[in-house]
């Protein structure tokens, strides 16, 4: 077989990204959690809050290259 490096390849990268699949679904419903007790924090804070008003912040990553040196 010529080509079982390419499949051994494959198979890993296959393997690695469901890993992550794995993962980033267990942080989303650690997240979901957390979400959900704040929502219920906020309700005993104040019970007429509609919590469907509360926009999501959009989730920016910087990158590294526009970092300032030294900071």
Do not use: C, N
Request: net charge positive.
């Amino acid at each position: 077989m010529a080509d079982s490096h390419v499949v051994t390849a494959l198979i890993s990268k296959r393997a690695e990204l469901a890993g992550l699949i794995e993962h980033q679904q267990k942080e989303m419903g650690r997240l979901a959690d957390d979400l959900a007790h704040l929502d219920a924090t906020l309700r005993l804070f104040s019970p007429a809050i509609d919590l469907r008003t509360i926009r999501a912040k959009a989730h920016r990553v910087r990158k590294r290259f526009f970092r300032l040196a030294g900071f």
